[in-house]
């Protein structure tokens, strides 16, 4: 084992059992009737409960000072990784080695006695870390004063909002001096302001050599915050990588671009039209084909191939951009720089388009590809070719879209500049 290794983790596995019959109390009477019967048990065995495996055959390593991202659909094991990791559940297969005191924050108020005042529990918690009361005591300042709740800090917990809960557990977590720091995604219960100030914590810590194994949606906090990344799929783990490479392997497994049969099926069914035939549309991210699921930290390309049967004046391929409530955010044309009404001969024609980065908001929404003759007809489908598609948040967002209950649909981020000006500029400006 080499000293740099602070977990280690050999094809881990939990299993889960599914329906079964379940153990009840059982009085004296209960166990002598039970014994009288245990004979013919053999005859009315019960069928066996069904397994299911939350994690399968995991195998990774982490090193002293390493920050990793868990990174997976939900449902994927993700949650189950933490929980064994901390103690709270056992494997069924496999081994754990942890080199190093572990603090963990897997949801909210962990530890916590509700009973107890906030002040109280710093203490147990501290003391269930293994930690001294002066250490504790040490921290403590810093604790409340990180978590913002100092006024509340005498109150029983159990009087606690959910945010004031998250702040008193991520202060406590991250400000305990444990070499291990395990935390799930329980930031998104804080308001923005707070969430970036747990990830620059986070960082804060991952530069003294502590060890931080986080899970999140948050692609964007798992690129600026981790040097490595691991994603589990259905319970299995891919070998540990680089962040980035990681989410984009995360990204590319909720695509559906990997079989577009479907959509091109459609695309060649549709009813003929005199003039205009769809022929292949691609979105591409990253010089990689997607469908369904993209990011908003990368432009988004939209390849259109289509035929032009005869000559024709005022054809006009352009696309909405729809949220799921039906409503229209914006509409491009392929024509939008030229002026007049365009002629187009026969031929084969590929149009391009690309909508910026950090323009989406991490929701989802519907993009209609539409052809038209100027002032004469929609070509086929007349409601358009509809792709659906989800945003992950990888990029930038504005502060209005992070927070409550303000979420805007699109969020731009839009960089302002501010001077100072003198009075004899500033007069120039009147009108």
């Given at each position: 084992m080499s000293n740099d290794i602070a977990i280690r983790v050999s094809h881990l596995g939990k299993k889960y059992q599914l329906g079964g019959p379940q153990e009840k109390y059982l009085t004296l009477r209960d166990a002598m009737v039970n014994s009288l019967k245990a004979p013919f048990k053999q005859f009315h065995r019960a069928p066996p409960a069904e397994g299911f495996w939350a994690l399968k055959d995991v195998s990774f390593d982490v090193e002293q000072g390493e920050v990793v991202g868990i990174i997976g659909?939900?449902?994927?094991?993700?949650?189950?990784?933490?929980?064994i990791l901390s103690r709270i559940t056992t494997p069924t297969e496999g081994t754990i080695e942890l080199h190093g005191r572990v603090g963990s924050l897997l949801?909210?108020?962990?530890?916590?006695?509700?009973?107890?005042?906030?002040?109280?529990?710093?203490?147990l918690n501290g003391s269930i870390l293994g930690m001294k009361k002066t250490e504790i005591e040490q921290k403590f300042d810093e604790i409340v004063k990180f978590s913002e709740i100092d006024k509340f800090i005498d109150t029983p917990v159990k009087r606690y909002s959910s945010g004031m809960y998250v702040r008193l557990a991520f202060a406590v977590a991250a400000h305990m001096d444990t070499e291990i720091l395990l935390v799930d995604e329980v930031l998104a219960v804080g308001d923005a302001q707070f969430q970036k100030k747990c990830l620059g914590k986070m960082g804060e810590v991952a530069k003294h050599g502590r060890t931080v194994l986080f899970?999140?949606?948050n692609m964007q906090a798992v690129r600026n915050l981790c040097t490595t990344g691991i994603l589990i799929d259905h319970g299995t783990a891919s070998e540990k990588n680089e962040a980035g490479i990681v989410i984009q392997n995360y990204l590319e497994s909720l695509s559906t671009s990997k079989d577009n049969s479907d959509f091109d099926k459609m695309l060649n069914e549709l009813p003929q039209d005199p003039v205009f035939k769809w022929e292949e549309?691609?979105?591409?991210?990253?010089?990689?084909?997607?469908?369904?699921t993209i990011e908003n930290g990368s432009p988004l390309e939209i390849i259109i191939h289509y035929c032009v049967k005869q000559k024709t004046q005022g054809l006009r391929i352009f696309f909405d951009l729809c949220d799921t409530d039906d409503t229209l955010l914006f509409r491009s044309f392929h024509d939008e720089q030229n002026e007049g009404i365009p002629v187009m001969y026969p031929g084969h024609y590929s149009s391009f388009a690309v909508i910026p980065a950090d323009l989406f908001s991490p929701l989802s929404y519907e993009l209609r590809?539409?052809?038209?003759?100027?002032?004469?007809?929609?070509?086929?489908?007349?409601?358009?070719?509809?792709?659906?598609?989800?945003?992950?948040?990888?990029?930038k967002t504005n502060s209005?879209?992070?927070?409550?209950?303000?979420?805007?649909?699109?969020?731009?981020?839009?960089?302002w500049t501010t001077v100072r000006e003198n009075d004899q500029v500033r007069s120039s400006h009147k009108l």
């Open positions: 659909r939900n449902g994927a094991g993700k949650s189950t990784l933490l929980k949801e909210v108020g962990t530890g916590f006695h509700p009973e107890m005042t906030g002040r109280e529990n710093i203490f899970v999140s949606h549309i691609e979105l591409r991210q990253n010089n990689i084909t997607v469908y369904q590809l539409f052809s038209t003759i100027f002032n004469e007809r929609i070509c086929n489908p007349v409601e358009g070719i509809r792709i659906p598609i989800h945003v992950e948040r990888t990029g209005a879209y992070l927070s409550e209950p303000i979420r805007g649909k699109l969020a731009p981020f839009i960089a």
